[in-house]
């Protein structure tokens, strides 16, 4: 793999310089692809400085390079758009964040749990509702149960079309991962498929058009999209899957359904629109300031990874001591990483783009071991945010 991109565009439209370290930038995001990382591009913005770059390969047997105005499929940064489509709902009094979720879905959550179940519960993973992706397995014989069978299904599903409800009711039927409202809550997917049932019952319209019409076009994201088939936009790269090493050489998923998880991580986005929107939303210009601080209140959160972290609704906040906080999401697909956050000045923002992923493979309890490619993208991701 040769990295053909290596070197960042420098746009900067003011005189100021030294906010951004562009050669710094550029070494750091040339680590990850040494590391092992076939490709990865981002943008980083410091007031009206703008860094884009990239390194690597989006495709590994022609060795065409990666660009940063490529397309990417960013998982479950798509919970961030969700989460304010359904917070521009409260402010135009048709949802209530505190109401149950019952009273709007008592088909999907019936009984006693839907009248525990918060609206905002579902945002922040307080639910207690488990994730469905187990059992859709065990169920659907749709994914692989992660350190515990083969990828063999990722490829037999690769045009399989779910049906969201479904999907949840997958979730709601499994066993409690908590209490509703209790904390730590437990990060899951079923929570964003009911927010987009909830979006369909009170708009009218599917969520993919409600989020659209009300953050992507409000945004003026021109490469963004909530797909409705399994293809990404061109240019984009292709984006391969190790599955821990079970999958060797990774393979390209980047043909792929995305019905398995629609608003809780579908979207397709680009580094400069993830940017875009979460410096719109930081200044108030998606939802309003009043709801921003409903999105900025965190509760303790248990991550997919097991890690325990602040969640808001549909934000969480990362810092390291002595350090500004940034807020943002991350998300993951079948071979597709990403990563964007945003200083809570709304000054500094970063998005970074993979094109890998579960590159680790596990040890013997089925942890993942220490990878070259972690510190590397934690390093990228230290400049990026810090310089």
Same mark, same amino acid.
């Given at each position: &793999?040769?990295?053909?991109?290596?070197?960042?565009?420098?746009?900067?439209?003011?005189?100021?310089?030294?906010?951004?370290?562009?050669?710094?930038?550029?070494?750091?995001?040339?680590?990850?692809?040494? =590391?092992?990382?076939?490709?990865?591009?981002?943008?980083?913005?410091?007031?009206?400085?703008?860094?884009?770059?990239?390194?690597?390969?989006?495709?590994?047997?022609?060795?065409?390079?990666?660009?940063?105005? /490529?397309?990417?499929?960013?998982?479950?940064?798509?919970?961030?758009?969700? =989460?304010?489509?359904?917070?521009?709902?409260?402010?135009?009094?048709?949802?209530?964040?505190?109401?149950?979720?019952?009273?709007?879905?008592? +088909?999907?959550?019936?009984?006693?749990?839907?009248?525990?179940?918060?609206?905002?519960?579902?945002?922040?993973?307080? #639910?207690?509702?488990?994730?469905?992706?187990?059992?859709?397995?065990?169920?659907?014989?749709?994914?692989?149960?992660?350190?515990?069978?083969?990828?063999?299904?990722?490829? *037999?599903?690769?045009?399989?079309?779910?049906?969201?409800?479904?999907?949840?009711?997958?979730?709601?039927?499994?066993?409690?991962?908590?209490?509703?409202?209790?904390?730590?809550?437990?990060?899951?997917?079923?929570?964003?498929?009911?927010?987009?049932?909830?979006?369909?019952? !009170?708009?009218?319209?599917?969520?993919?058009?409600?989020?659209?019409?009300?953050?992507?076009?409000?945004?003026?994201?021109?490469?963004?999209?909530?797909?409705?088939?399994?293809?990404?936009?061109?240019?984009?790269?292709?984006?391969?899957?190790?599955?821990? +090493?079970?999958?060797?050489?990774?393979?390209?998923?980047?043909?792929?359904? /995305? #019905?398995?998880?629609?608003?809780?991580? #579908?979207?397709?986005?680009?580094? =400069?629109?993830?940017?875009?929107?979460?410096?719109?939303?930081?200044?108030?210009?998606?939802?309003?300031?009043?709801?921003?601080?409903?999105?900025?209140?965190?509760?303790? !959160?248990?991550?997919?990874?097991?890690?325990?972290?602040?969640?808001?609704?549909?934000?969480?906040?990362?810092?390291?001591?002595?350090? *500004?906080?940034?807020?943002?999401?991350?998300?993951?697909?079948?071979?597709?990483?990403?990563?964007?956050?945003?200083?809570?000045?709304?000054?500094?923002? &970063?998005?970074?783009?993979?094109?890998?992923?579960?590159?680790?493979?596990?040890?013997?309890?089925?942890?993942?071991?220490?990878?070259?490619?972690?510190?590397?993208?934690?390093?990228?991701?230290?400049?990026?945010?810090?310089?």
């Amino acid at each position: &793999m040769g990295s053909q991109a290596g070197r960042g565009e420098r746009e900067r439209t003011d005189a100021v310089s030294g906010s951004l370290d562009p050669a710094a930038l550029d070494a750091a995001i040339e680590n990850v692809h040494h =590391a092992g990382m076939p490709g990865l591009f981002a943008e980083v913005r410091d007031g009206d400085q703008i860094w884009r770059g990239g390194a690597g390969v989006a495709d590994v047997t022609t060795g065409r390079p990666v660009t940063a105005d /490529m397309r990417h499929r960013v998982g479950s940064i798509t919970k961030t758009f969700t =989460a304010a489509a359904v917070l521009q709902q409260v402010e135009r009094g048709r949802i209530d964040l505190d109401a149950p979720i019952g009273r709007y879905l008592p +088909g999907l959550v019936p009984g006693a749990r839907g009248d525990a179940i918060t609206v905002r519960m579902l945002i922040n993973h307080t #639910s207690g509702l488990a994730e469905y992706l187990p059992h859709a397995y065990s169920s659907l014989k749709a994914f692989p149960a992660l350190a515990d069978t083969g990828p063999q299904s990722l490829d *037999d599903n690769r045009f399989a079309r779910f049906q969201a409800t479904e999907l949840i009711e997958l979730g709601v039927t499994a066993p409690a991962v908590g209490t509703p409202g209790g904390t730590p809550g437990v990060y899951s997917n079923t929570n964003y498929l009911l927010l987009g049932e909830l979006l369909k019952q !009170v708009t009218g319209t599917t969520a993919e058009r409600c989020i659209t019409r009300n953050v992507i076009e409000r945004a003026g994201l021109r490469d963004t999209e909530l797909p409705t088939g399994p293809y990404v936009g061109e240019p984009h790269s292709r984006i391969y899957e190790a599955w821990f +090493g079970m999958i060797d050489p990774p393979r390209d998923y980047s043909v792929y359904d /995305m #019905s398995w998880v629609g608003p809780a991580a #579908s979207l397709i986005s680009t580094v =400069a629109d993830l940017n875009r929107f979460f410096g719109m939303l930081l200044a108030g210009e998606i939802v309003s300031p009043s709801s921003l601080a409903q999105m900025q209140h965190t509760v303790p !959160v248990v991550s997919q990874e097991g890690r325990t972290i602040d969640y808001g609704l549909g934000l969480h906040p990362v810092e390291a001591p002595g350090r *500004d906080t940034f807020w943002g999401h991350g998300g993951t697909a079948w071979g597709a990483g990403a990563l964007a956050l945003i200083r809570a000045d709304g000054r500094r923002r &970063m998005a970074v783009a993979v094109n890998l992923q579960r590159w680790n493979e596990l040890d013997s309890a089925g942890r993942p071991r220490p990878h070259p490619i972690d510190d590397a993208l934690a390093a990228l991701h230290r400049v990026a945010m810090y310089g």
